[in-house]
């Protein structure tokens, strides 16, 4: 009996062992995550996670959950919220992610790294508060469908949740993006937006679901328009095919007709080798294209504002931008 109990002391030493490379051991577990609870159950130490932290091998996404570092530092915002959801799964009871995090469960662009997860849930339920999680009170049961192995709420109620609770900007780079890619139609958005405008916050998620267009091609160009709008400047028409004697010379984000002041986003995206962008010419010819392009439209008598991330984010500067290309808040 004794040489049985010493051989039960030794098992969680050999199961060390056999994950002894911890980094490792995290591609045995779903979605590439791993938590304290995973460690425990394998018989690792859990200090050695935060070990495996500090040398840089793995990079910790949320209170006691870990990805490898090298993945975690490849990741966008929005790739990074969604392993915050699946890791926040894995420790609460059958939560309905919401606001951010259906956001990024339903592939919609975030502004900047969203570090906290969002649930939503019944105020009669009450609830316990963790690390990490920020809860969202209804009066009723919250809506939720399935969608990439977690719960989350539909597509119109988490656009219209963040147009209720989250600036201007933000709530409107998610709004055109939902109608540009189909999540939801416009008229869809409007009619629910009207429902809930008694709710609190109701007015603003009107207000961002009338303005929503799928016409901005990008979250960067959402952001433009929304910061051209708060800074109280004419609206410009979007993706106008412009001409010259020559034929079309291209389609432009933005076109104030009566300056002949064209407005271009530029995302370093689309000069970047690869980079998700559907143009099979390298970058150099890319940039040397729309330098041709430009001189045309120059030559045909329009002026050309550009601007990137940095400018749109600060609205100081994307009026500095605009200002030097004629565009001034009407009167």
């Given at each position: 009996m004794a040489t049985t109990a010493r051989r039960r002391r030794r098992a969680p030493r050999s199961a060390c062992l056999i994950v002894d490379r911890v980094d490792d051991i995290v591609d045995l577990m779903p979605a590439g995550i791993i938590t304290?609870?995973?460690?425990?159950?394998?018989?690792?130490?859990?200090?050695?996670?935060?070990?495996?932290?500090?040398?840089?091998?793995?990079?910790?996404?949320?209170?006691?959950?870990?990805?490898?570092?090298?993945?975690?530092?490849?990741?966008?915002?929005?790739e990074?919220?969604?392993?915050?959801?699946?890791?926040?799964?894995?420790?609460?009871?059958?939560?309905?992610?919401?606001?951010?995090?259906?956001?990024?469960?339903?592939g919609m662009p975030l502004l900047g790294d969203v570090a906290d997860v969002h649930i939503a849930r019944p105020r009669a339920r009450g609830g316990s508060s963790w690390s990490g999680v920020v809860q969202h009170e209804s009066v009723d049961e919250p809506k939720a469908v399935r969608h990439g192995g977690v719960l989350v709420t539909p597509v119109v109620d988490t656009v219209l949740d963040l147009a209720a609770t989250r600036p201007f900007a933000a709530a409107v780079v998610v709004a055109d993006h939902a109608l540009r890619s189909g999540l939801v139609a416009a008229d869809r958005l409007v009619a629910a937006a009207t429902e809930r405008q008694r709710r609190r916050g109701g007015r603003r998620a009107l207000v961002v679901a009338r303005f929503a267009d799928p016409r901005a091609?990008?979250?960067?160009?959402?952001?433009?328009?929304?910061?051209?709008?708060?800074?109280?400047?004419?609206?410009?028409?979007?993706?106008?095919r412009l001409r010259d004697r020559d034929g079309v010379i291209g389609r432009v984000d933005f076109w104030w007709s009566s300056l002949r002041l064209v407005g271009e986003f530029d995302g370093r995206l689309k000069y970047r080798a690869g980079g998700g962008v559907d143009d099979p010419r390298p970058p150099e010819e890319r940039v040397w294209a729309e330098k041709l392009r430009e001189d045309r439209l120059?030559?045909?008598?329009?002026?050309?504002?550009?601007?990137?991330?940095?400018?749109?984010?600060?609205?100081?500067?994307?009026?500095?931008?605009?200002?030097?290309?004629?565009?001034?808040?009407?009167?």
């Open positions: 304290l609870a995973d460690a425990r159950r394998v018989g690792l130490d859990p200090r050695r996670l935060y070990a495996a932290e500090r040398r840089g091998a793995l990079a910790r996404v949320r209170p006691g959950a870990f990805v490898r570092a090298t993945v975690w530092a490849g990741m966008t915002p929005e990074r919220h969604v392993v915050r959801v699946r890791a926040a799964a894995t420790t609460l009871h059958d939560p309905v992610f919401s606001h951010e995090s259906a956001a990024a469960a339903w091609e990008s979250p960067g160009e959402s952001l433009s328009r929304a910061r051209i709008h708060e800074l109280g400047l004419p609206a410009p028409a979007l993706q106008r120059r030559a045909a008598g329009a002026r050309v504002a550009r601007w990137t991330w940095a400018d749109a984010l600060d609205r100081d500067r994307l009026a500095a931008v605009l200002r030097r290309g004629g565009l001034y808040r009407s009167a």
